[in-house]
């Protein structure tokens, strides 16, 4: 699903406060693919919907990750049932008509009672990378799996928030990985001690121990009266024609969620694309908010899954659910 290239140089490494830290930059790409303008279309329906009262996905269904590992799509998704949000799986063979396989990862240990979810999926060799968003203050974390159904926890956390008065020292959240020829490279949100939420990116050779860019946050809050202005995080990442996109969420101060896109021409240095206006809902399912893109890069363009809900809340009890959409391009 992710193209791959050499490694590009990393310099400048050393350990300061929480974590470490370094220059560095995400390799050249080829000019293939589907570039700007994009056109959004999206499905009428939900392909994933909430469960049943009681179950452990009934309050919300969010933050889809999907993968595709020996010819079957696997997604990866969050799910609220009113105190504790869990991660579950569904598998498909055409990523639109899912079956639901049931909760696969809880909280449990220094990650608290709240929540193991909000993750992102890499199916790399025999199994599968899962990074997520755990503990309070939020940290990611790491678990791994050779069926997608039965995970093994990395331990401790394996990105921290960072140190006092940093851009994410009260959290980090809402990773996204796509690995390239001997790299990873985790984009996330970072929160400071005013509640501000921006995006940066962290490099790693192995998923576990990663350097955070030193020049972090990469996409900062928008002006006055954007779409963005009061936050913005679920960054979905991906590369064609030459360039890095980014679909990313941003919360307004009604706390109205939509997706705008970013370009970047080396994964560092970001600016927003004003081609694509921000993405709302059409539907009265995902009339206030739309957020969470995963992507598959396809021969049409770009597939996308999100996720979707009718109530303006910053956080959860959205009714939330799971779309699909495609993003054309010019090729």
């Known amino acids: 699903m992710r193209r791959r290239w050499a490694l590009p140089l990393l310099a400048g490494a050393f350990l300061s406060g929480c974590g470490r830290y370094a220059d560095f930059s995400l390799p050249p790409l080829h000019p293939s693919g589907v570039t700007a303008p994009f056109t959004w279309h999206a499905s009428t329906e939900p392909v994933l919907t909430r469960g049943q009262s009681g179950e452990w996905d009934s309050v919300d269904v969010l933050n889809p990750s999907v993968v595709l590992f020996h010819g079957t799509y696997w997604n990866f998704y969050s799910g609220f049932d009113g105190r504790t949000w869990h991660t579950g799986a569904a598998t498909s063979m055409d990523g639109m008509h899912w079956e639901k396989r049931g909760r696969v990862i809880s909280p449990s240990g220094w990650e608290g009672s709240y929540i193991a979810a909000n993750g992102t999926a890499l199916a790399e060799g ?22 997608g159904l039965h995970w093994q926890k990395h331990g401790d956390a394996v990105l921290p928030p960072g140190p006092r008065g940093s851009w994410d020292e009260s959290g980090v959240a809402d990773p996204y990985v796509i690995h390239y020829e001997g790299g990873f490279y985790l984009f996330y949100l970072g929160m400071n001690r005013a509640r501000q939420q921006r995006i940066g990116i962290a490099h790693s050779t192995d998923g576990v121990i990663w350097y955070k860019l030193r020049s972090n946050p990469i996409v900062d809050l928008g002006g006055p009266g954007t779409f963005d202005e009061n936050g913005l995080g679920e960054p979905a990442v991906w590369s064609s024609n030459g360039t890095y996109w980014m679909l990313y969420t941003g919360r307004d101060y009604l706390e109205h969620r939509r997706i705008g896109m970013a370009r970047s021409n080396d994964g560092v240095h970001w600016q927003r694309e004003p081609s694509l206006v921000p993405i709302a809902g059409a539907q009265s399912w995902d009339s206030a908010v739309v957020c969470d893109p995963t992507v598959e890069m396809v021969p049409e363009g770009v597939r996308v899954w999100f996720g979707g809900g009718d109530l303006p809340r910053p956080d959860q009890g959205i009714h939330g659910q799971i779309g699909m959409a495609m993003l054309t391009g010019s090729k």
Not at 126 to 147: E, K, V
């Open 126 to 147: 025999d199994g599968f990378y899962y990074w997520y968003q755990a503990g309070d203050p939020p940290q990611i974390a790491l678990a791994r799996s050779s069926d």
